[in-house]
């Protein structure tokens, strides 16, 4: 079989609406990793399901997205982009059926599995046919910004489109419209979407394929239970464990075989490397914001799911802004700038949103330093993403592609896992210090943790909690946020560290001779 590729004349007489398929899938890929949260309380009620089924409903679908892409990129770039999407697509759908009709929860999370191999398959042909359809740099820049901005915008309306589904009906009509959305895909992507494959001689690398998602997958399942279980226990251990040796062989057998599912060489110059970091340390600090965030300010300050939604309103808004912007900017620059910039802003966005928190928070300022997070993290995305598609030949960006969002999702899996963590220490060990300091009994002190970490706390504000339980309760509530606040202080002081060191990394990639990517042979540069 003759590779497939495209040139300008061959790419379509319709790229924009090619984009505009390829973001919508995007969009619908991305809207499940937020959409479900919103209906946990109604799945809740209608299945009795218990908490960690619950936690689940949401990880199934992240854990599979997450451990399966690159295995995605490298089978579109083999078998078809166009034909794995749209075949991703099918099964995304499949699953939504199975989850909208499930009986009990874990058919539920079976569902929400299926879905994720679906999403698999289907997102990273959303940035490599992009590669492709616009094969002039500045012109790919620009419909990366929008690509970027879809991103953006589908993390944000998660809850919103959920709480409309959910209040309308029940949490079972999430999952018919994501069965409506990505049957209109499928067709739509069947008829704008131009085929493109670069079919490589050999068979392909199983042996990469298992050792790949086994590394992704037992790394991201000790993260996110290690939440539940302790990461010490010997289950979380045995993954960690599990999982280093199966990168181990993994790097070992990508260096030998004829067609590695993941070829190292391309990540080898500097700038691809720094991007690949960027990635992981901007969706890190993302989901640090969007999660810990939000949850600190609907435990200790009343907000309600409207008002959360009004304070984050600004910041999706900058996401999308800042990354359709940064596409302008890409395409007359080279990416290791503007990755800098977006970082930098991302960071102080954070430390402005940290100090905002450290009292009273006042609702216009803290919408401001999160809508300058934002506008941070939407500058960052496009340039990274360029950088990692533009520094790897055409013929593997699916490759590329799944590299890159392989990164954004372990990074945003890792930051909740990590953070969470570091949370619920700082939740142990300084609230039983307050507690104790209170002359609070220890036998108590547990139970009074569990209601902080669970959010069951006397409703009602102060006056309710000391009318039903005398003035020592406020104290212990009072100790109780307090100890919260310092916990996510730290999350937002290290999720800021780590996108400077990032933007540390970037800079020397330039010094080092990096720069924004290169344009192989037959590319079409930038006019």
Not at 412 to 428: C, F
Not at 494 to 505: E, H, N
């Amino acid at each position: 079989m003759e590779p497939v590729t495209l040139t300008p004349a061959t790419a379509g007489t319709r790229p924009r609406l090619a984009l505009a398929t390829l973001c919508a899938v995007l969009f619908l890929t991305f809207l499940d990793t937020t959409i479900v949260s919103v209906a946990l309380g109604s799945v809740q009620s209608d299945l009795q399901a218990g908490v960690v089924p619950l936690q689940w409903v949401i990880n199934a679908y992240t854990l599979v997205f997450a451990s399966l892409m690159l295995i995605g990129g490298s089978l579109g770039d083999r078998w078809g982009r166009r034909r794995v999407m749209v075949g991703g697509m099918v099964v995304f759908c499949a699953g939504s059926v199975v989850a909208a009709a499930a009986p009990t929860t874990a058919v539920l999370i079976l569902g929400r599995a299926v879905m994720g191999v679906g999403a698999a398959a289907s997102e990273p042909g959303t940035l490599s046919v992009i590669r492709h359809v616009f094969p002039n740099r500045a012109d790919r820049a620009k419909a990366l910004g929008a690509w970027a901005g879809v991103s953006g915008l589908a993390l944000a309306l998660g809850p919103v489109i959920g709480g409309l589904l959910v209040g309308a009906f029940d949490w079972r009509a999430v999952f018919w419209f994501n069965l409506a959305l990505g049957v209109v895909l499928v067709f739509a992507a069947l008829r704008y979407v131009p085929e493109s494959a670069d079919p490589q001689p050999g068979r392909l690398d199983l042996a990469g394929c298992v050792l790949g998602a086994t590394f992704l997958g037992c790394v991201i399942y000790a993260a996110i239970d290690g939440e539940t279980v302790g990461y010490a226990a010997s289950s979380s251990i045995g993954l960690f464990v599990v999982g280093g040796l199966a990168f181990v062989a993994f790097v070992l057998v990508e260096s030998r075989v004829r067609n590695p599912m993941l070829n190292f060489r391309f990540l080898r110059p500097p700038v691809v490397r720094s991007a690949l970091i960027v990635a992981f340390a901007v969706y890190f600090g993302v989901f640090s914001i969007f999660f810990f965030t939000a949850l600190y300010l609907q435990q200790v300050f009343g907000y309600s799911g409207q008002r959360t939604a009004a304070v984050f309103g600004p910041m999706a808004a900058a996401i999308v802004v800042g990354a359709i912007a940064c596409g302008f900017w890409v395409a007359r620059a080279a990416a290791a700038v503007p990755m800098i910039v977006g970082c930098v802003l991302g960071a102080v966005g954070i430390l402005l949103t940290r100090d905002e928190l450290a009292g009273t928070p006042s609702f216009g300022p803290l919408a401001a330093t999160l809508a300058v997070a934002g506008l941070g993290f939407g500058v960052a995305v496009v340039p990274l993403t360029s950088a990692v598609l533009t520094g790897v030949p055409a013929a593997h960006s699916g490759m590329a592609a799944a590299a890159t969002n392989t990164m954004r999702q372990v990074g945003a899996v890792v930051g909740v896992a990590a953070l969470g963590s570091l949370v619920n220490a700082h939740l142990h060990a300084d609230l039983t210090n307050r507690l104790t300091d209170l002359d609070v009994p220890t036998s108590f002190q547990g139970i009074v943790i569990h209601a902080i970490e669970t959010g069951a706390v006397p409703e009602g504000g102060d006056a309710a909690a000391t009318a039903a339980y005398g003035p020592i309760v406020q104290k212990v509530i009072d100790a109780a946020y307090a100890a919260f606040h310092a916990g996510l202080d730290t999350a937002l002081l290290v999720s800021a560290i780590l996108i400077l060191v990032a933007a540390a990394v970037t800079v020397t990639a330039v010094r080092r001779g990096g720069h924004g990517g290169y344009e192989p042979a037959g590319e079409v540069p930038a006019a």
